[in-house]
């Protein structure tokens, strides 16, 4: 298996939108109330690509510290067709940069049989977990779409920067309460190919970040149920604070 290079990574946050992806028309959103969700794009709120690509998230990160990530995936398809369920780590292992909030980055995605090559990387501003996961779940997806990967690539990325909410919460970290952004999307709900997606058109993503947490993501989520409610795929990593 060819390892995952830094240039593939960035393709996700930076790649020019393809000429077969279709063009949707964002629904518009519900008025809300004080506590409801808000559009990234609006003046008030982080941009949604922004929070995730974006950010020195690796800034309060010490070098010489690691980042532990449990994840998860599982399918109830019959046959199987994402394979057994899997459940492992990524660890990042964090050295000093160039520059001072950058970071030279060493990575082991999953473990024994189900080690996948990535990294290193070198002066990373970002946490490339982000992109490591989607990345991950993009190959394995558009193998079980038999459809072209770019094409699904390109699809979530514009549901981050065209139809994505942000919302301000508060999680648990290290027992106590510190402030947070969700970001959702579902991009491929008004897709013209969606009668392609096989009931994979209703694939909801879900990020938390926080400024508090080292490496700011807190969790990644990857869900999609079919109209009985039946587990077509459920995707999940989160940080790990108590693991070394």
Avoid: C
């Avoid at 558009?142 to 920067?161: D, F, H, S």
């Amino acid at each position: 298996m060819k390892p995952v290079t830094l240039a593939a990574l960035l393709m996700l946050a930076s790649a020019p939108a393809l000429a077969q992806t279709p063009p949707t028309t964002p629904a518009p959103p519900a008025t809300p109330d004080a506590s409801a969700v808000t559009k990234a794009s609006t003046a008030t709120t982080p941009d949604a690509s922004d929070l995730l690509f974006e950010q020195p998230q690796m800034k309060n990160v010490p070098p010489g510290s690691k980042l532990t990530y449990d994840y998860l995936r599982r399918s109830g398809i019959s046959k199987g067709p994402f394979g057994p369920p899997l459940n492992d780590t990524i660890k990042l292992g964090i050295e000093p940069g160039n520059a001072a909030e950058n970071r030279n980055i060493r990575v082991e995605m999953f473990s024994g049989a189900n080690r996948f090559p990535a990294g290193p990387f070198e002066d990373m501003p970002g946490n490339p977990v982000m992109t490591l996961f989607l990345e991950h779940h993009l190959m394995d997806l558009a193998r079980v779409l038999m459809a072209n990967p770019r094409y699904i690539k390109n699809a979530i990325r514009k549901g981050l920067r065209d139809n994505a909410t942000v919302t301000p919460m508060q999680i648990d970290y290290k027992g106590q309460k510190v402030d947070a952004w969700r970001i959702e999307t579902q991009p491929f709900l008004d897709d013209k190919m969606k009668e392609r997606m096989r009931g994979f058109e209703n694939l909801k993503y879900t990020f938390v970040t926080s400024a508090a947490v080292p490496g700011e993501l807190v969790s990644i989520e990857a869900s999609s149920k079919n109209a009985e409610g039946g587990e077509l795929l459920q995707e999940n990593l989160s940080y790990d604070p108590n693991a070394g």
